[in-house]
């Protein structure tokens, strides 16, 4: 049904802040699974990768807590990543040449996705949207 300004009706779930965030958020997932797959990847992969480097070996306990991942679960994550190639294990975990280019590849990927989805705001207004982000994640709606 059209209202007499020309627009249709909406409804409350239509104006809803939260309906659209949850719809932002299935599009924002899509998008950040997609190298993953192309990787061969799961969701918490990158996590690791991200944590890791070359050059700096990082200890099992460590490499958990930095990705708030369990022991258990990284212990298996990291099977996974040593027979892809990506990452390198002896007494403790790094990140290998192949897992460089493909940490590379993700961080290039989520730079693009930030730059496309901030295209044509100003500047004052990114960070407003970015401190609103931080205050939903810390208030634990997020």
Request: no cysteine.
């Amino acid at each position: 049904m059209k209202a007499s300004s020309g627009q249709a009706n909406r409804s409350a779930v239509d104006r809803s802040a939260m309906l659209k965030l949850i719809m932002a958020g299935q599009v924002a997932r899509r998008r950040t699974l997609e190298p993953l797959r192309f990787f061969d990847l799961e969701p918490g992969d990158d996590a690791v990768l991200f944590a890791l480097d070359a050059a700096t070996p990082i200890s099992d306990p460590d490499l958990a807590e930095l990705t708030g991942q369990s022991l258990r679960d990284l212990l298996a994550r990291l099977q996974r990543l040593t027979r892809l190639g990506l990452v390198t294990r002896d007494d403790a975990t790094t990140l290998s040449p192949s897992g460089q280019d493909v940490a590379a590849n993700l961080v290039l990927h989520w730079q693009r996705l930030d730059a496309r989805l901030l295209a044509g705001v100003k500047k004052k207004h990114r960070r407003r949207f970015l401190r609103l982000l931080d205050r939903m994640i810390g208030s634990g709606l997020l």
